[in-house]
């Protein structure tokens, strides 16, 4: 089994549901208290094992590589000052870490992680949304690469969700459950109340075999008109394992207003 050295941080969305606030920068560097979102999904996939981050990027969002860069002129200027560089230390990340790709329109987030296929190469990845800040010790991700070492294949992170909620989710329909693993049987990308499969849901986090790259090759706009790494993701079920993993951690859905206003009050 190879390991997950690798991961995507799609982050090329509009960020419509942020405006005007995000009309110049990407909506995953608004801060939660002292450290933008990227940097909570950054330190969640180090803590995972990850060597290898990709960014998908779009335009207006050169904020975001420049977030963990050397910035010279600020840190001379502190040196100088005699205030601390410890601050900083979080956005350093050994040369070669960070690689970016560009997706020049925001056709979904099954398009954007096509983007990176290159860069992904023959190997398992990890996707992280950083609008989706996990909280839990150990990380989100830690905790799936250790059920990825058990059974390989496809693990996306699940969570129950209220059943009027449904259709904001891609909803699970499950199969054996052993633990916090269950069984994927089926994936809908966003369905209504009434015709769920169930209450569990697909939050951003995922680690997936190199495999839905030739799936998502030919795939077709779906749901929102967007092309969905749902359905790209529902096509490999029945060819490899795959598990939705209940993890053991707070989710703060940071996309949205209310919860981005209750991850700061609950970190601060
Ligand atoms: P969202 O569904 O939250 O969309 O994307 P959004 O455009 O960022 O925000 P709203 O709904 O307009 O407010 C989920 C994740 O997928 C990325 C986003 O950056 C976010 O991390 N994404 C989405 C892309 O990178 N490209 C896309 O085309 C769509």
Same mark, same amino acid.
Request: charged residues 25%; proline residues 8%; hydrophobic residues 40%.
């Given at each position: 089994?190879?390991? #997950? ?31 933008? &979102?990227? %940097? ?45 560089? /410890? +601050? ?9 870490? #960070?690689?970016?790709?560009? %997706?020049?329109? +925001? ?23 950083? /609008? /989706? ?31 009027? @909620? !449904? ?12 633990? +916090? ?9 966003? +369905? ?28 077709? @706009? ?7 790494? !749902? ?7 029945? %060819?490899?394992?795959?598990?939705? &993993? ?6 703060? /859905? ?15």
């Amino acid at each position: 089994m190879k390991p #997950v050295r690798k991961a995507v941080f799609p982050v090329a969305g509009l960020g419509t549901r942020f405006l005007p606030a995000t009309k110049a920068f990407a909506k995953e560097m608004l801060p939660v208290v002292d450290k933008p &979102l990227i %940097q909570y999904a950054m330190d969640e996939a180090r803590e995972a094992g990850i060597e290898q981050m990709i960014f998908v990027t779009g335009r207006g969002k050169s904020a975001l590589e420049d977030y963990f860069d050397i910035a010279y002129e600020l840190e001379t200027t502190m040196r100088e000052r005699g205030k601390s560089l /410890d +601050p900083l230390e979080p956005t350093r990340l050994p040369p070669g870490a #960070v690689a970016s790709v560009r %997706q020049q329109e +925001p056709l979904g987030l099954g398009h954007a992680v096509w983007c990176a296929r290159d860069i992904v190469g023959d190997e398992p990845f990890a996707v992280l949304l950083p /609008d /989706d800040l996990m909280w839990g010790k150990p990380g989100c991700l830690a905790q799936m690469v250790a059920a990825y070492e058990k059974v390989g294949g496809n693990i996306i992170c699940a969570q129950d969700v209220p059943r009027e @909620k !449904t259709s904001s989710y891609g909803i699970i329909t499950p199969g054996a459950v052993d633990g +916090p693993l269950t069984e994927v049987k089926g994936l809908v990308e966003k +369905p209504k109340p009434e015709v769920a499969p169930s209450t569990l849901g697909v939050v951003g986090r995922y680690i997936l075999q190199p495999e839905v790259m030739r799936i998502l090759d030919t795939q077709e @706009k779906g749901a929102g008109g967007e092309i969905q790494l !749902t359905d790209a993701m529902a096509a490999l079920i029945g %060819q490899q394992p795959f598990h939705g &993993l209940i993890v053991d951690a707070v989710r703060y /859905d940071c996309g949205d207003k209310a919860g981005y206003i209750q991850a700061n009050l609950a970190l601060a």
